[in-house]
T-cell receptor, first 115, second 113 residues
Framework: DGGITQSPKYLFRKEGQNVTLSCEQNLNHDAMYWYRQDPGQGLRLIYYSQIVNDFQKGDIAEGYSVSREKKESFPLTVTSAQKNPTAFYLC??????????????FGDGTRLSIL | GQNIDQPTEMTATEGAIVQINCTYQTSGFNGLFWYQQHAGEAPTFLSYNVLDGLEEKGRFSSFLSRSKGYSYLLLKELQMKDSASYLCAVRDQNGGATNKLIFGTGTLLAVQP
């Protein structure tokens, strides 16, 4: 079945450590997105990529990095510069990155906590 | 600025009808999406509105008034499994020709027997 797979489901980070969250899609979608979800707040966009080998900062990119070397993969690294990383991280994809009626489809998320 | 407002919580009874409102103030408008999210799970797409009026999909309908910056999601014949958060998301013109969305904080709906 086609879909978006995020791993791991739960992740713990030590102080000063970088961690990478995986996001893989087999929907043949061009565009991919990373969001952060905190209690009482809406989803906030971290980074997005409209096409392979290209990505753009979202609203809260500081302390995060991404790569888009393959169409199906968009890993997110939470660096030690991100001082408040505890959150639920959601990856999404859409057929293309343009304006259309095509929705974004989401993975099941990764919950990151600080040790 | 950009702002999307939804009620934080709502309660309704099984079998009843509930309306979840969303008002938005954004730099232009290029479409509005509704998603359902059960706790700890992925948001799932429910509906899309870009023109004024009502879009119906089974038990769920969504309405849009662009002049009022207003949308609602209508859920009929409520079932216990409809207990979830409902997210309103707007694509504004600040995103240019992209599919970037601005999300509201979500409305947590509790369906009671």
């Amino acid at each position: 079945d086609g879909g978006i797979t995020q791993s791991p489901k739960y992740l713990f980070r030590k102080e000063g450590q970088n961690v990478t969250l995986s996001c893989e899609q087999n929907l043949n979608h061009d565009a991919m997105y990373w969001y952060r979800q905190d209690p009482g707040q809406g989803l906030r966009l971290i980074y997005y990529s409209q096409i392979v080998n290209d990505f753009q900062k979202g609203d809260i990119a500081e302390g995060y990095s991404v790569s888009r070397e393959k169409k199906e993969s968009f890993p997110l690294t939470v660096t030690s510069a991100q001082k408040n990383p505890t959150a639920f991280y959601l990856c999404a994809s859409s057929i293309n990155g343009g304006v259309s009626n095509q929705p974004q489809h989401f993975g099941d998320g990764t919950r990151l906590s600080i040790l | 600025g950009q702002n999307i407002d939804q009620p934080t919580e709502m309660t309704a009874t099984e079998g009843a009808i509930v309306q979840i409102n969303c008002t938005y103030q954004t730099s232009g408008f290029n479409g509005l999406f509704w998603y359902q999210q059960h706790a700890g799970e992925a948001p799932t797409f429910l509906s899309y509105n870009v023109l004024d009026g009502l879009e119906e999909k089974g038990r769920f309908s969504s309405f849009l008034s662009r002049s009022k910056g207003y949308s609602y999601l209508l859920l009929k014949e409520l079932q216990m499994k409809d207990s979830a958060s409902y997210l309103c998301a707007v694509r504004d013109q600040n995103g240019g020709a992209t599919n970037k969305l601005i999300f509201g904080t979500g409305t947590l709906l509790a369906v009671q027997p």
